[in-house]
């Protein structure tokens, strides 16, 4: 097993943080994250009764719908979707082949 590396346009390496999670309980629906995503990797789907029934705050038509990873072997760790998400949801790791 070897950590993925890329390089960088001068030639440096760096190490690609993938998406690992997202967590359902914060977000809110928005879709900024699957706007800014240069892959298939993000899905925007219904809010389970489960998961509704643990929010805390009460639900409006937005929050019905939760952001989910859908493709996540698509992601090529750009971090755009962390950068714009208001709610803080993804958590980010390294991979390894
Ligand atoms: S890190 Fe980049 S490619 Fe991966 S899910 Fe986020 S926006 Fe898409
Ligand atoms: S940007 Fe954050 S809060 Fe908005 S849909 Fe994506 S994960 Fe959810």
Redesign the pocket.
Known sequence: MSTITGRTRGGDEWIP???SFLDPRKCIGCGR?YK????N??DLVERSEELLADSDEDADDDEMMVMT?AN?S?????????RVCPKNC?T?SAAET
């Open positions: 943080q993938f998406v994250c800014v995503c240069p892959r990797v993000l990873i996540a698509d992601c090529i760790g750009c971090g755009s979707c962390g993804y980010y």
